[in-house]
Each structure stands twice: as C-alpha cells, then as structure tokens.
C-alpha cells in the first residue's frame, strides 16, 4: 500500500506520476522540510505546535497536506514547481548517498508531474 501523486484528468497508466510508500513519503516530506531551514516535526498537525503561517515556503501546500486524499489546486503546483526546480538543480546526487540520490529522484519525478499539472491547469491528485 502507497501513496501515488499524479495530474487529475489523465489515465493514471500512461501520465507521469510519483509514489511512495506512506513512511517514503513520510521520510521525503521531512528532507524537503529540512532544506526549507525548518523541521517538520515542529509543525502543527505533525506533533508540533509551530503553525504554518510562521513558515515562509511555497512548498507548504505539498508538506501540509493529508498523505491520502484530496488535490492540490493547479496554482499551488505553480507557485511550488520554481523552488522544486531550484532544489533540484542545487543538489547533485552523490553516487556515495542512496538517501540524497533518491530524495533528488524524487524530486526529479514531482517536477515532472508538477509541470504536467501547471501546462494543463489540472489538479495534483493524492490516490
């Protein structure tokens, strides 16, 4: 059982998509919190009590966000794909790090869906 991000509207077997496992996703959640300069276990709805107008980050709507349901508006995936792009293109993946390099795949694979969701004005799904 997992979790799979993908653009609402299209064939779940032929568009772009990315998957975790709930715990991958859990784990990938948390990097991204780190490179925004915060932890997320700090966060409110995350066993903290900071909320989450205290945070400046554009990927806010990705990290707050129920890991099973809902979407996140065409938007928010716009204001969102930049700061993916740029930490994507900042990170090298390091050959001697499987963690780094399949946090950067990762990211890699959402800016693919990102874009998908921003070309065509279509929701990112959570299924």
Same mark, same amino acid.
């Given at each position: 059982m997992g979790l799979m991000l993908f653009p609402g509207g299209y064939d779940v077997a032929t568009s772009p998509d990315v998957s975790w496992s709930y715990t991958g996703f859990s784990m990938f959640r948390k990097w991204l919190a780190r490179v925004? $300069?915060? /932890? *997320? /276990?700090? #966060?409110? $709805?995350? $066993? $903290?009590d900071r909320q989450w107008s205290s945070v400046s980050t554009t990927l806010a709507p990705l990290l707050n966000h129920p890991d099973d349901e809902g979407d996140i508006a %065409? /938007?928010?995936? /716009?204001? #969102? *794909? %930049?700061r993916l792009v740029e930490i994507l293109n900042q990170r090298e993946p390091d050959d001697s790090d499987p963690v780094l390099r399949r946090r950067i795949e990762d990211v890699s694979e959402l800016v693919s869906v990102l874009r998908v969701c921003v070309d065509r004005d279509v929701e990112l799904i959570f299924g």
């Open positions: 925004e $300069g915060f /932890a *997320l /276990a700090e #966060m409110d $709805g995350f $066993g $903290g %065409p /938007a928010q995936c /716009a204001e #969102m *794909l %930049p």
